[in-house]
């Protein structure tokens, strides 16, 4: 056997990976191959720390927490989002921690998308992750639209999605675009720069969802003119299950009235004179709604502070090596049992998951739990794998392919039914 597919070659490569302390920062359990960071992160210790910390505030001052401390209730979504502006590549000002996916995915097409004259449609894609598809729909609804006028790009393979032909679906039709960074399943990159410049040609406002691409690949949102954006923290960021969500708005829209106002839309130098008309913050804060969910932003601090450490220049390109090894092994290991690599090969367009496809997907994911390998299934064939920069190493890819093999070999997966468990 060629020394590449060694797991000392493995080991080797770990040697020489430049963010391996970072694994240590981690709970990692006992013999587990975590790969589904891209659906949930693991917990750090840093993250566990902030949480304490947050608790211990609340302890310690009561109602003057929101004030008072090393992290200010009143302002930590501000803060947080100036935390993370720069893993999307933005100003400070244009983000803020909010909310959660889906309500501010509301929130932004309530306050950008304008129906006038012939322009009534949203241009979206058919490989979306549902719930944006739902609440596309849903705004719809509100302004009296039917379905009709939701534009799905569709996908040629099922998998991949072609630019040129959004670009040709943006006609004079469309009022408002919203497509992901990354799909959730391919793991494809959307060239976000080139969508925005076609969009803008036009006269449109185009947003995109971030959840698959924050924390795994560099953004530059402020300088591609992008009007806004959203995301979950709790895959590849890391924040814990239902963590506080982010979005960000270009500065060119400060000062537009957000579409679903609430008290922490507010400027807070006024907030408390308690008007009752509003004096919306000149930032993205104002595209907040209601009281910042606290103890749920918590595990963010400690999180993002990894992620200043390590730099997300380094992350993207360990995390290209990770899947690109993980390929490799894939491609020689497992040539024989029928897996077709889904995700994109080249380098600029895959994110930071792998995507398998088999028949018996279902039953394989059954089998690689079973054996302490966690992965991600997707009805009705997907397997996704994803090595994170952060904490996964070389070792755990080899260690990974190596058990599928032995799946495959020994037909493991034929104790178990082909039918997705409850949360997959």
């Not at 979206?124 to 729909?137: E, H, R, V």
């Not at 606290?294 to 963010?300: E, F, G, Q, R």
């Not at 890819?397 to 104790?415: F, H, S, T």
Request: glycine share 6%.
């Amino acid at each position: 056997m060629e020394e590449i597919y060694t797991k000392t070659y493995a080991k080797n490569l770990d040697s020489q990976d430049e963010l391996r302390a970072f694994r240590n920062e981690f709970y990692l359990e006992n013999e587990c191959v975590y790969m589904d960071g891209n659906s949930l992160g693991l917990m750090s210790k840093r993250a566990e720390q902030s949480v304490y910390d947050l608790l211990a505030s609340w302890k310690e001052y009561a109602i003057d927490g929101w004030t008072e401390g090393n992290q200010p209730w009143y302002y930590l979504s501000e803060s947080l989002g100036e935390k993370m502006a720069g893993l999307v590549g933005a100003e400070k000002e244009e983000v803020v921690v909010t909310g959660s996916t889906t309500v501010n995915l509301h929130q932004l097409v309530s306050t950008f998308y304008k129906p006038e004259g012939s322009r009534t449609k949203i241009l979206a894609d058919s490989l979306n992750f549902p719930s944006d598809i739902y609440a596309l729909k849903a705004q719809l609804k509100i302004k009296g639209y039917d379905d009709s006028h939701l534009i799905q790009v569709q996908s040629e393979d099922g998998h991949m999605l072609d630019e040129e032909a959004i670009i040709h679906a943006m006609t004079e039709e469309v009022a408002l675009i919203v497509l992901p960074s990354v799909l959730y399943r391919s793991g494809q990159i959307l060239d976000m720069e080139k969508l925005t410049k076609a969009a803008h040609e036009r006269g449109i406002k185009i947003g995109f969802d971030l959840c698959h691409s924050i924390g795994a690949i560099p953004h530059q949102l402020h300088d591609w003119n992008v009007d806004f954006a959203f995301w979950c923290t709790y895959k590849h960021l890391n924040g814990g299950p239902g963590s506080v969500a982010a979005l960000y708005v270009n500065e060119k829209h400060f000062g537009v009235s957000p579409g679903l106002a609430g008290w922490f839309s507010s400027n807070k130098e006024k907030q408390f004179d308690m008007e009752h008309t509003l004096t919306s913050a000149e930032d993205a804060g104002a595209f907040q709604i209601g009281t910042p969910h606290v103890l749920s932003a918590a595990p963010l601090i400690g999180a993002l502070d990894l992620f200043h450490e390590a730099g997300i220049e380094r992350i993207r390109r360990k995390s290209l090596q990770l899947t690109a090894y993980m390929m490799d092994l894939i491609e020689h290991e497992l040539k024989d049992f029928n897996f077709i690599i889904c995700n994109p090969i080249n380098d600029n367009r895959r994110g930071g998951h792998i995507y398998l496809e088999h028949s018996e997907a279902a039953r394989i994911c059954k089998a690689l739990k079973m054996k302490k390998v966690i992965p991600d299934f997707r009805k009705p064939s997907g397997i996704r794998l994803a090595p994170v920069a952060l904490y996964n190493s070389f070792e755990d890819v080899y260690d990974c392919v190596q058990i599928l093999k032995n799946i495959m070999q020994e037909k493991i997966y034929e104790q178990f039914s082909n039918e997705r468990e409850v949360v997959s």
